[in-house]
């Protein structure tokens, strides 16, 4: 019963069967190898972008920080919701490795932001000339910190906003595949066609050891991005272990298929506690990340039967609340065990 | 012949066991897995230094930078060599995770910085009060990038000579095996005995699939190291796979029978480089990266053959240059032929 | 009717002939003239502070990053109001000088931070352990952004609350003089024995060319600050011309005389709006800082009298609103006609 | 006898009245100031740029930073003279302000960087593709370090050769005024038209309180630097001061006027230790800044006399060495006094 983090989880066999493929003999190393080529070409085709760049680092707040850097100046605003990830936790990897950009912060409800909220905040910085910082760039979050989705229509009209202000826009996709699958959207609709500029494309939570990908959808930047990973430390001298691992991810739809996995149990255990009497979804839960609160002595009667989950601040009433998340490899047996110890 | 890089080559296979058994089931992420602490038992006692503080990255640009953004102040001057791995091979990581801090570069035969030297460059820097910036650490390189090795007396005599500055000291140790192996020295004595406060531990090029240790021996930083690495983006949520290569590497003296394997190599390479008329060792050559130069013709012959290495600047008098790495897996074979094609 | 600003407003001539009697003759640079050891004198006696550090700049907004780059690492939070000069009008100097901290804008009626909100934002930041930024320090303004201040009692409540997570106190003192005549109490009580631990202490605002202090109530932070002034192209060269206006400042009781002006007329201005049927005070008015609204209209009768200020996004039903600012050589007569202007 | 430094010296009446007529009445702050556009004017038509664009700071390191900052990327090298005051003088202003650029030194006699030693530097930084740091930008210095001057063929070779990299060029120019004396070359011919893109245009050490200006002859950065000076806390409220000091020292040519006392009092106090037996000059000397050395005895015999000026390292073989700068106020007799203590 581990719903601690879909970072808990390992991969799956043909990730580790890649890597000890890709271990023969010497490779040219910083990038240079030959599954790389591969790999960008496979991202380029999913995506239907035959310009993007690709670039491999090892964790989520590398791709982000990157990511950030590329679009915005020191003297930038990023956008992004309240409770994003790059707001809260990545101990501002954002700050620095803009050089001090200020992430303005949004409000909104089960961790989206709305079309109004972004155009309050759009109004309210910026607008001092040269005494406050200066409009930087939009950064989303799909799935988001609540467990959310963003449909490709809702990322379409905020990128909207932002693009009217001439800004670039960046999603966090550390749990992307998990939205595409609680979308039914393609990859291309829910990023370039969206007006996403440069994505975060995870690995790690969805069965890799530690790869996500920065996607440029326009290249123009890649240079930049490129001297800046290895700047930030990010470029692996052995990649071939990177491109290996995102190889194997994307080959015949495994990432579909770990997400889906993931998504199903995500679903049944967010039904049975919403089946419960005492017990209620905190967020609309659509991807695999369950916010949920129940009367007092959940806690209590789940961790004797050993779940692992993090409880979070009760509610005012005294309701405890707690997160939980599913990966690839949890079974309905650990969510059935689940639900009967919250029932119990 | 692939004498590129030691960073070229792959794992063994006691490596890759190590990853197969550290992916099953679930573990705690960021570093709370069980294996980590075993890693930092095992550093502590191989280094006979048990408050030391283990912290994994997975480059050797990510482990420098940290180390000396932990030492030094951003306007503070780090004493290096002139061709120390961190001025002249990491895009100014150093200076980007110092904020700024500025690469006092010490000129020195065969990639050694003497006594000297170092006194000199201590008068000069940090010497007019506020105006220049201040004296922040000292950085050693070990192997050197020339491939020569300090002895543990050389360290201690530089390392006397920052401290009396009050200046902590820093060891570049990517190929820190190599250097045990070439001075028959502990890992005590090159390092902490030495006057060495954080060692830049390196398994990346002696065999790992990406993984180096920054070890704090004085543990007061550890945490400052903690929150660096994290807003650096280099805190792994799949931790175990760092931590697993890093258990086998050091189980069993794997890391220093690799590095024997590499040095044997190296030195039949440099000993049949030296015996040939026309061609000459640039350097002397003391564990597994050998430097020399010969007779224009010899890059012609050698890349005939499919032999892969660098080729450096020509010397003015119009020899050719060069630089070889042999790793763990280079074998008797490769470095012969290398030789017949050089000589013939 | 100049009210755009305090800072539109020139010096009074004990400031010019201090000016004049400073260019005399040769003098020491960068610090090292006479005048600046009898200012920090005049400092240590003025906030009964015998071992205070004075550091003279130019501009409020360096005044202010300096000393939060003293208190706070880059991976730490500056709790502050939401309107804070340093998170509205700074162009983010403070991410800049502290190499990237995060600012926590904390919301409070009329510029004012309560202690419910400061420990809602304490218990919300830097309990996330390695993941999220730390607590770094709290900065409170005084006088607020709105035009009110806070009382010695009020900012012990705020510091004491700081204090017991271990933060560092910051006080934006660009308009300190008039919080002390508003208060009426003395510089100590509203500094260090309130817990405030570093003071940017105001000159330019009220009746100085461009001089601000870094007050260190605690020196040891002293040298660093130093060198973060020398870093930031704040230590002049020809320092004598900082001094000598700090030293007229403070002689003879003339910077408590200019703001006692700057307030009367600020508090004739408010009572004069207050007394309006169609306008009404936005914020209390306690200083020299007045923020008004008003029916449409009042805008176009002001600006065809003549009168400067700013003109403030509208309120949602329509109503104008604005910023007066009155200084040390606004006249009764500018006060008098701004209000027959906005009331015909 | 004051020879420390020219920023030991006053400011001439024709500054001092200027700021007391600046200080009239209500002015527009942050560079709004009518006199600012009149500085604006000034500068295009002394230089024959009506396109330049000019910013107004206080300090010789914030111009010279901020310059950086707008030509250099982070990962950036800026090739300088290995003794220019943007390498030694300003405690890592520019590594702060260009968020860690490098600082690569170039070595050259007389504080002068040769065509040779520039092309070198450039064939070895920038050359590793992604592993080293890019080449940035050339950063000159006339009146150099050293007391010498470049001609104007001299800066249009230098900076040729960096421009056929791609670089831009920057001119510290804190005795620019000096230069212009000395080499009879107009603004034009010494900046622009020799391939300076930016400059940093002194005025402090030649007879202002504190104003440097920083010229953009290519005004498509002059938004950026707007922003950076902000950032940087450098943007004046009561910016008028800055203005009027500058405006006064472009009037009727009296910063030439300055400039040429300064240096003929610098010319004599050359030749007259050039004629001495035991003295000899250190460099040659072309501008208002002497260096000289001479037999062990002078530095008593002149601090006794009450001279002061800055006491270098002593010469290998004990001869003692020294630095004396004449400002726009020294006098004859401050010169003939010197000579006098030095040869008795």
Redesign the interface.
């Known amino acids: 019963m581990?719903f601690?983090?879909d970072?808990?989880?390992?991969?799956p066999p043909e990730v580790?069967q890649a890597?000890?493929r890709?271990?023969?003999?010497?490779?040219?190393?910083?990038g240079g190898d030959d599954i790389m080529a591969r790999v960008t070409t496979q991202v380029r085709t999913l995506f239907d972008a035959p310009d993007a760049q690709v670039h491999l680092?090892?964790?989520?707040?590398?791709?982000n920080?990157?990511a950030l850097a590329a679009l915005t100046?020191?003297?930038g605003a990023v956008f992004c919701h309240r409770h994003a990830h790059i707001a809260?936790?990545?101990?501002?990897?954002p700050?620095?490795?803009?050089?001090?950009?200020?992430?303005v912060?949004i409000d909104g409800a089960h961790g989206r932001i709305t079309p109004a909220a972004l155009t309050e905040a759009l109004a309210t910085t910026g607008a001092?000339g040269?005494?406050?910082?200066?409009r930087g760039c939009l950064s989303l979050t799909n799935v988001t910190e609540a467990g959310t989705v963003y449909t490709p229509a809702e990322i379409a009209a905020l990128t909207g906003i932002a693009k009217s202000h001439g800004l670039p826009c960046h999603l966090d996709g550390a749990r992307f595949a998990n939205a595409l699958v609680a979308t039914g959207a393609t990859p291309a609709e829910l990023t370039w066609r969206a007006g996403i500029d440069v994505l975060s494309f995870g690995g790690?939570?969805n069965g890799l050891?530690?790869v996500e990908a920065v996607v440029l959808f326009d290249p123009a930047k890649s240079w930049e991005l490129?001297?800046?990973r290895?700047?930030?430390?990010?470029?692996?001298?052995?990649h071939r272990?990177l491109s290996a691992q995102m190889e194997a991810y994307l080959q015949d739809g495994l990432w579909m298929r770990l997400a889906a996995l993931a998504n199903a149990m995500g679903q049944r255990l967010a039904q049975g506690i919403a089946g419960l009497n005492h017990a209620a979804l905190t967020h609309p839960s659509q991807a695999n990340m369950i916010f949920a609160n129940w009367e007092p002595g959940g806690h209590a009667r789940l961790q004797a039967a050993g779940a692992?989950y993090y409880d979070l601040r009760p509610l005012p009433d005294g309701r405890e609340t707690a997160r939980m998340v599913a990966s690839w490899n949890t079974t309905e047996d650990h969510v059935d065990r689940f639900l009967a110890a919250l029932k119990s």
Do not use: I
């Open positions: 581990f601690a983090s970072n808990t989880s390992g991969a580790m890597l000890l890709a271990n023969e003999g010497f490779a040219r190393s910083y680092v090892a964790t989520g707040t590398a791709a920080a990157l100046d020191p003297w809260e936790d990545e101990c501002g990897a700050e620095f490795y803009t050089n001090g950009a200020k992430l912060l001092s040269v005494h406050g910082v200066q790690t939570k050891l530690g490129e001297l800046r290895k700047r930030g430390g990010h470029l692996f001298s052995k272990y692992v």
